[in-house]
């Protein structure tokens, strides 16, 4: 029951290299992602991937397209579980929450893209499901925004911002070198 956390990577596709997503922050994030994969596969540690699939025909993430697939830092060998959301959150549509208390999985380790969207959408449900989550600042990234009245918001600002909205009430924001840490103690 629960030796391990389990990781949960959160839509690290290829689609989120497009140069139209503008400003970005943290652009070691997937070096980040990929070492915390390492670390997991290392010590047998439980994984999952989410991707995000668009329902629009003009999104981003189409099935089928290069946008759609994972980037080469998160790719997912075969026995590790691939989940399909259509939605912000990873626990929406799947049966993510099923799978975890099926499992006996107590924690979750929250990394991907992006920051304030699909992974604080994830961390916030985790968090409210009872799940201890970790959320891992150096191993997310996100881009600049517009405020509803258009002023612009910096991608580290809108990152700092998400970060701060979690910590201590939905997830406990650490470094990917403390999630590991912390792994390999057990």
Do not use: Y
């Not at 989410?50 to 999104?59: D, L, M, W, Y």
């Not at 759609?68 to 989940?83: N, S």
């Not at 970060?163 to 590991?180: C, N, Q, R, T």
């Amino acid at each position: 029951m629960d030796p391990h956390p389990t990781l949960l990577l959160i839509d690290v596709q290829r689609g989120f290299d497009d140069p139209a997503w503008g400003e970005r922050n943290n652009l070691d994030a997937e070096a980040q992602i990929e070492r915390l994969l390492g670390a997991w596969r290392e010590h047998g540690a439980p994984i999952v991937h989410v991707r995000h699939e668009s329902t629009s025909p003009e999104g981003v993430f189409k099935r089928g397209s290069e946008a759609f697939e994972f980037k080469g830092a998160a790719e997912p060998r075969e026995d590790e579980p691939v989940v399909e959301k259509r939605v912000n959150s990873a626990f929406i549509g799947t049966d993510l929450e099923r799978r975890f208390h099926e499992a006996g999985v107590r924690t979750l380790v929250i990394a991907g893209l992006t920051t304030d969207h699909c992974c604080s959408t994830t961390a916030r449900m985790a968090g409210n499901l009872g799940f201890e989550t970790w959320f891992v600042d150096d191993a997310t990234a996100t881009f600049a925004r517009l405020a509803p009245d258009g002023t612009r918001i910096d991608a580290e600002t809108m990152h700092r911002a998400a970060l701060a909205s979690l910590d201590g009430e939905f997830a406990e924001v650490m470094s990917a070198d403390e999630a590991i840490a912390r792994l390999k103690r057990g």
